[in-house]
């Protein structure tokens, strides 16, 4: 399995960056796919979670409106779209896999394997 997450970088509050999560080794339609983050000495969080089995979603409420998770399941990548990016947006960015095809509320105890992650920094 192997899960390589690209797209971070630094960007001004407002911009925007896509983050890409390619994915293989497992059968990328019935999995659910989820974009995680961690900032220096928080706990890591869901940011958004999709699940190609059902096509369902989730958001975290802080970035409702500006996050935009998809799936190109000919590529076998999951992207995000990030727009009006905030400072409290800096984190490193994971994605993680499901294999069962549900993301159980997008927590990080419900994925079964994790890519490295992706340093997203937005400047004030």
């Known amino acids: 399995v192997q899960l390589q997450a690209s797209g971070g970088g630094l960007v001004q509050a407002g911009g925007s960056l896509r983050l890409s999560c390619a994915a293989s080794?497992?059968?990328?339609?019935?999995?659910?796919i989820g974009w995680f983050r961690q900032a220096p000495g928080k706990e890591r969080e869901g940011v958004s979670c999709?699940?190609?089995?059902?096509?369902?979603?989730y958001y975290v409420d802080s970035v409702k409106g500006r996050f935009t998770i998809s799936s190109g399941n000919a590529k076998n990548t999951v992207y995000l779209q990030m727009n009006s990016l905030e400072p409290e947006d800096t984190a490193v960015y994971y994605c993680?896999?499901?294999?069962?095809?549900?993301?159980?509320?997008?927590?990080?105890?419900?994925?079964?394997?994790w890519g490295k992650g992706t340093q997203v920094t937005v400047s004030s």
């Open positions: 999709i699940s190609n089995s059902d096509g369902s979603t």
């Open positions: 080794g497992f059968i990328f339609d019935d999995a659910a």
């Open positions: 993680a896999v499901s294999y069962s095809g549900s993301y159980y509320y997008c927590t990080p105890y419900g994925m079964d394997f």
